[in-house]
């Protein structure tokens, strides 16, 4: 079996120097915005850096060049982090499902490959959210 040829591309969504706080106070819904800057400073409390605005409504914390396992492609991504979307909270922490036992304690929420959706905060336990974001930082 050949090896995938690896190449860092460029994508749409990268680091900015825009500000977080400004971004998470333009929120016009004030239960997202509270709920935001909550998970702000849980994922900051977790990873010691500081977060950055990737794009227009990402905020991630710390780098890493992550790797598709199905085509080779590099990217700089977020390690950990959130976007605030109109629909819910989207959380980006790695592998979703290497989470499986911890999740079904959580609460009420639905997931993706990468990414865990919630919809307020008040809807899920804390404690186990930080034990994910914990595990993810361990993960990579």
């Not at 409390?45 to 794009?55: D, K, N």
């Not at 639905?110 to 307020?120: A, E, F, S």
């Amino acid at each position: 079996m050949t090896e995938k040829k690896t190449k860092l591309v460029e994508i749409k969504t990268k680091p900015t120097a825009a500000s977080v706080a400004d971004f998470i106070n333009s929120i016009p819904d004030e239960q997202k915005r509270n709920d935001s800057f909550v998970l702000l400073e849980m994922m900051k409390t977790a990873t010691g850096e500081e977060p950055v605005l990737w794009s227009s409504s990402l905020i991630g914390f710390g780098n890493i060049i992550f790797t598709s396992p199905a085509t080779g492609r590099q990217v700089n991504w977020l390690r950990i982090g959130f976007s605030p979307r109109k629909a819910n909270l989207s959380l980006y922490l790695g592998v979703i499902q290497d989470h499986a036992a911890a999740l079904e304690r959580l609460g009420k929420h639905k997931t993706g490959v990468g990414c865990l959706y919630i919809n307020k905060l008040e809807e899920i336990d804390l404690v186990v959210l930080k034990e994910i974001i914990d595990a993810s930082l361990k993960q990579g």
